[in-house]
C-alpha cells in the first residue's frame, strides 16, 4: 500500500479513535448483558436457540394452564397450585437448563481460551465473576419468575383476591431469587471445574439430581420407620430441599418433604445460613478459578 | 518518549527466575523481543499488562506504573495472545464488537471501529461468518483485529506469525510494519525467529535467561559492517580460485570471515570480505584481476541478527578469520539459548 492514501478514493486509511473510553464498570455492564442474552441463545448461532427457548416454553406451559383452569372452572377462590410449589414442582427442567448453559456460559471461555482477551482489557478478576454470576442467576430468575408471573396476572384476571395473589406472588418471587442464585453459583462452580463442556453438563445434573434423589429417598426411610427428626436433617443435603426448606419456614410454603412439615422456623434459620453460604462459597470458588487462569 | 520503561525488573517464582533485573527502555515504532522459550517474554507481557506483580524493581507503559495503574494501561493498549482464543461459534464481527465494548467502547462506536479493523486487517465476507471455519492466517488476522479495535497507542503481539505458511507470515510482518506507520501504533512484538524481526522492526531487544542480552537499532545489528560476498572462477594456474584470492587478500591485510555461509548452496566458493570501505572494492576488483581469475560476483550481505548470539564467540572467531587460510568447516551457528522449559516460566502466576 502507497503511504500516500489520500489519492486512493477506495481507501480511506485508518481513521483513530478519540471517542470516550468508558472504562472499568461498563466493560463488566457488557459483559454481563453478552452473557445473559448468550443464556438464551441470542447472539449465538441459531442453533443454540433451540434448548434455551425450549425450555423456557415448557416451563411456562404449566402455568398457562394453571391459568387457563383457575379461570375456567366457575367458583374457583385460588389458583390450583401455590406459587412457591411452581419451581419444585419443575426442578428437572431448571435442572437441565442450568445443565446446558453454564458450561455454554464459562467453559466456553475456558476452552477456547479467551479468558486471557477478558484480562487484557480494562475489567478485573473480581468485575469477570461477578458478570458471569450474575448473569446465570439473572437468566435462572427470569426462567423461573415469568410463570409465577403469568400465573399472578391469570390470577387478577381472574379475580382472585388481589392481597393475597399478590403476597403469594412476592413469597415466590423471593423464594426462585434465592434458588437463582444458589443454582447458579453450585452450576458455575461445576462448569468452570472443567473446559470441557460434557463434563461441565454431567457435573451439573449430577450434582442436582443425584443428591435430591438420594435426600429423597433416606426421608421416605426416615419418615416410614419414624425418625422424623432426621427428615429436616437429610434436607440439608440437596439444593433442591435446601430452598424447600428455606420457603417452608419463612415463605409460608407447602413442603414437598415426605409429611408434608418441612422445617420448623428455628431449623429453618440452619437451612437459610448453608444456602447463604453455599452462595458465598460459590463466589469464592470462582475468584479461587480464575485466579490462575489469566494469560 | 517512551512507551516501556522497566527498571531492574525482576520475577522470581519458587523454582525459576523468568526475570532477573531487566531494565528496558523502549520508544515509540516498531520493536522485537527476540529470546527462546523461557527466556521470559510471557513473563514480561503479563508484568506489561499490569497482570502479574513484579517481584523486585518497576516498570512503567505509557508513562503509567504497571503497579498502580493496570487497568488504565490496559484500556491504551492491545494485546494478541500466542495461542489460540477464538470461540468457534461466533463470527469475527460479533466476537471483535464484543471485545471492543469490553475495552469500553460504546455499542456504536464499537460497530465501527470492528468494521474498519477488520478491513485493515484484510478481512472482507468472512467476517459474518463463524470463526470455527477459518484457516490460520484468518484466524490470526482476527485475534489482530481484537487487539487493534480500540485504537490503542501500544500492541503487545505474542508470537504473530507463529503456524503461518510463508507466504502469510510476509503478510502478517507486513501489516505490522503498517500498525505503526500508516495507523500510528507503537508495536512490541516477541518471535523466536530473528530474521523476521530484521525486516521489521525499528529496534531489537534480546532477552536470555531473563536478562537483556542486547538492545539497539535494527540498523546497528545488521549494518555496523558491510560483508561482501565474493565468487570467483577457478583457471588453469589457479585450479581452487578462492583458494588463491583468500590467500592473496589475507596478505593484502584484508579481514575475511570463516564459517558463516556455510550449509548454504555453494558457500563453499563463497568469500566473506569485511568491507571498511569504497578501497576494499578496489584491492578485491585488483586482486582477482591480477591472479587472472573472473569475478563472478561481488554483492553486500547484511550481518543477520543472528550474530548476536555469537557474541561470546567474537573473539574465537576473529581469530579464526587470521587463519582463515585454512578455516575447516565450521559447525552450523548454534544460537546460545538456555534450554528452560517454557512451561516453568510462564504457568507460575
Redesign the interface.
Known amino acids: 500500500?502507497a503511504?500516500d492514501?489520500s489519492t486512493q478514493i477506495h481507501n480511506i486509511?485508518?481513521?483513530?479513535?478519540d471517542?470516550?473510553?468508558?472504562?472499568?464498570s461498563?466493560?463488566r455492564t457488557?459483559?454481563f448483558s453478552?452473557s445473559l442474552r448468550g443464556a438464551y441463545g441470542l447472539?449465538?448461532?441459531a442453533k443454540?436457540k433451540v434448548l434455551p427457548m425450549i425450555l423456557f416454553a415448557v416451563m411456562c406451559v404449566p402455568a398457562l394452564i394453571i391459568v387457563a383452569v383457575a379461570i375456567a372452572v366457575p367458583g374457583s377462590t385460588d389458583l390450583p397450585i401455590k406459587y412457591t410449589t411452581y419451581a419444585l414442582t419443575t426442578q428437572v427442567i431448571i435442572g437441565l437448563y442450568l445443565a446446558s448453559q453454564a458450561p455454554q456460559s464459562v467453559s466456553?471461555?475456558l476452552r477456547?481460551?479467551?479468558v486471557?482477551?477478558?484480562?487484557?482489557?480494562?475489567?478485573?478478576r473480581v468485575d469477570y465473576v461477578v458478570a458471569k454470576y450474575a448473569a446465570m442467576a439473572s437468566a435462572l430468575f427470569i426462567l423461573t419468575a415469568t410463570p409465577l408471573l403469568i400465573m399472578w396476572i391469570g390470577s387478577l384476571l381472574a379475580k382472585f383476591d388481589f392481597g393475597d395473589q399478590t403476597k403469594g406472588f412476592g413469597q415466590g418471587l423471593v423464594s426462585v431469587l434465592l434458588l437463582s442464585l444458589l443454582f447458579a453459583g453450585l452450576g458455575l462452580v461445576m462448569a468452570a471445574l472443567t473446559p470441557r463442556r460434557g463434563f461441565g453438563v454431567a457435573a451439573v445434573i449430577g450434582l442436582l439430581l443425584i443428591p435430591y434423589g438420594a435426600v429423597t429417598a433416606v426421608q421416605g426411610v426416615a419418615y416410614n420407620t419414624g425418625h422424623t427428626g432426621a427428615i429436616d436433617l437429610m434436607g440439608l443435603f440437596s439444593p433442591i430441599t435446601l430452598i424447600d426448606g428455606v420457603q417452608t419456614a419463612f415463605l409460608g410454603a407447602t413442603s414437598a418433604f415426605p409429611g408434608g412439615e418441612g422445617p420448623s422456623a428455628g431449623f429453618g434459620f440452619v437451612y437459610l445460613l448453608v444456602v447463604l453460604g453455599l452462595i458465598v462459597g460459590s463466589y469464592a470458588a470462582l475468584m479461587a478459578r480464575y485466579r490462575?487462569a489469566?494469560? | 518518549m517512551t512507551v516501556i520503561a522497566t527498571e531492574s525488573l525482576s520475577k522470581r517464582y519458587p523454582r525459576v527466575t523468568a526475570l532477573d533485573r531487566l531494565s528496558l527502555d523502549i520508544g515509540p515504532g516498531v520493536t522485537g523481543l527476540v529470546g527462546a522459550n523461557g527466556a521470559g517474554k510471557s513473563t514480561l507481557i503479563k508484568i506489561l499488562l499490569g497482570l502479574s506483580p513484579a517481584t523486585e524493581g518497576r516498570a512503567a507503559v505509557l508513562g503509567l506504573d504497571v503497579a498502580t495503574h493496570g487497568s488504565a494501561i490496559r484500556e491504551r493498549v492491545g494485546y494478541m495472545p500466542e495461542h489460540d482464543c477464538l470461540p468457534p461459534d461466533v463470527s469475527a464481527t460479533e466476537f471483535v464488537v464484543h471485545m471492543a465494548r469490553m475495552s469500553g467502547l460504546p455499542p456504536t462506536a464499537a460497530r465501527e471501529r470492528t468494521a474498519d479493523t477488520l478491513r485493515h486487517v484484510g478481512l472482507y465476507e468472512e467476517r459474518y461468518r463463524p470463526i470455527g471455519g477459518y484457516s490460520t492466517g484468518m484466524k490470526q488476522r482476527v485475534k489482530l483485529a481484537q487487539a487493534l479495535v480500540h485504537d490503542p497507542q501500544l500492541v503487545l503481539l505474542d508470537e504473530p506469525t507463529n503456524g503461518l505458511d510463508p507466504v502469510g507470515r510476509d503478510e502478517m510482518l507486513g501489516l505490522i510494519r503498517r500498525i505503526h506507520t500508516d495507523f500510528g501504533i507503537s508495536v512490541l512484538v516477541t518471535s523466536h525467529l530473528l530474521g523476521e524481526l530484521e525486516r521489521t522492526c525499528d529496534h531489537v531487544v534480546v532477552v536470555d535467561g531473563g536478562k537483556l542480552l542486547r538492545s539497539s537499532s535494527t540498523s546497528d545489528f545488521t549494518q555496523t559492517t558491510t560483508t561482501l560476498a565474493v565468487e570467483v572462477t577457478d583457471s588453469d594456474r589457479h585450479p581452487d580460485g578462492t583458494a588463491a584470492v583468500r590467500a592473496a587478500l589475507t596478505a593484502a591485510g584484508i579481514v575475511l570471515h570463516a564459517g558463516e555461509e556455510q550449509g548454504l548452496p555453494g558457500a563453499g566458493h563463497i568469500l566473506l570480505v569485511e568491507a571498511t570501505g569504497e578501497d576494499t572494492y578496489d584491492t578485491v576488483r585488483d586482486t582477482v584481476a591480477d591472479l587472472g581469475l573472473g569475478l563472478v560476483r561481488m554483492e553486500q550481505r547484511r550481518h543477520h541478527i543472528a550474530e548476536v548470539f555469537h557474541d561470546g564467540d567474537r573473539a574465537a572467531q576473529a581469530a579464526q578469520a587470521a587463519q582463515a587460510a585454512q578455516a575447516p568447516v565450521a559447525a552450523p551457528p548454534v544460537p546460545q539459548f538456555q534450554t528452560q522449559q517454557k512451561g516453568a516460566g510462564s504457568d507460575g502466576a
Not at chain 1, 486509511?13 to 479513535?17: L, T
Open positions: 500500500m503511504p492514501t486509511g485508518y481513521r483513530s479513535y471517542g470516550p473510553r468508558l472504562g472499568r461498563y466493560a457488557s459483559l453478552q447472539g449465538r448461532s443454540s466456553r471461555d477456547f481460551k479467551t486471557p482477551l477478558y484480562f487484557s482489557r480494562p475489567i478485573e490462575k489469566g494469560l
